[in-house]
């Protein structure tokens, strides 16, 4: 008599772990008085943080970037909702927005100085 022994595999199961993935385009650009140009503005940092104290204390930045020559910048695999966002240019100085993102999509941020 042979006796066969075999091992039942047990069903695997795998958790679905979405994780927040959003994009963030940013376009800088300095504002004529006189006119409805807008001139791109090359060189300007923006920095996001998850809270204002950690903006505020200039900490912990959860992303920085600096725009080109065209006034461009792009943050991507972001992973919050909300952004306390800190822009800084040599020229002109220092501007203090919030941000919302969607996941999955791009969001746009025009900043004028």
Same mark, same amino acid.
């Given at each position: 008599m ?5 091992c ?6 795998y958790?679905?772990?979405?994780s ?27 920095? &996001? =943080? ?6 505020k204390?200039h /900490?912990?930045?959860?992303? +920085?970037?600096?725009?080109? #020559?065209?006034?461009?910048a ?16 040599? &020229? =002109? ?6 941000v919302s993102? /969607?996941d999955?999509?791009? +969001?746009?941020?025009?900043? #004028?100085?």
């Amino acid at each position: 008599m042979i006796a066969f022994t075999g091992c039942v595999k047990d069903k695997e199961w795998y958790i679905n772990t979405h994780s927040y993935n959003a994009t963030l385009k940013i376009n800088a650009y300095l504002a004529s008085d006189t006119s409805l140009e807008k001139i791109p503005l090359q060189y300007m940092i923006i920095s &996001l =943080y998850e809270s204002e104290y950690d903006r505020k204390m200039h /900490q912990n930045s959860a992303a +920085t970037t600096q725009t080109d #020559a065209k006034g461009y910048a792009i943050l991507q695999h972001l992973n919050q909702s909300y952004y306390y966002a800190r822009t800084w240019h040599y &020229l =002109y100085g220092e501007k203090l927005v919030s941000v919302s993102t /969607q996941d999955g999509q791009e +969001t746009q941020m025009e900043v #004028a100085y």
